[in-house]
């Protein structure tokens, strides 16, 4: 069974930066391939943000986030970050991980980290 453990949200003042955490534990080579962080703000849908493929590297990025978010991998730790900078007032939400595999969907998550940014 793989688990997820998210941490690194708060929260943060609009403009400035958190870096959200995510580290994956008893993965199997089959378990996932992909991980990735959703969002969501309170009476929405979950949405995803970002993902990042640890096959090939390549991350994918929200365009409402995509000037202001990175998302990254290490391979030596198992774990996922979320770097979010520039940060907006909607960007508001529980964040959740997810790790999966590419062809099937998503099948593991964590269990959310608050981000509020508010002056």
């Known amino acids: 069974q793989v688990q997820l453990v998210e941490s690194g949200g708060g929260l943060v003042q609009p403009g400035g930066s958190l870096r959200l955490s995510c580290a994956a534990s008893?993965?199997?080579?089959?378990?996932?391939?992909?991980m990735g962080w959703f969002c969501q703000a309170p009476g929405k849908e979950r949405e995803l943000v970002a993902r990042?493929?640890?096959?090939?590297?390549?991350?994918y990025l929200a365009d409402s986030v995509k000037a202001r978010f990175t998302i990254s991998g290490d391979y030596d730790k198992n774990t996922v970050y979320l770097q979010m900078d520039s940060l907006k007032p909607e960007d508001t939400a529980v964040y959740y991980c997810?790790?999966?595999?590419?062809?099937?969907?998503?099948?593991?998550w964590g269990q959310g980290t608050q981000v509020i940014v508010s002056s």
């Open positions: 997810a790790a999966g595999i590419q062809s099937v969907g998503w099948r593991y």
């Open positions: 008893g993965r199997t080579f089959s378990s996932y391939t992909i």
């Open positions: 990042f493929s640890w096959s090939s590297g390549n991350t």
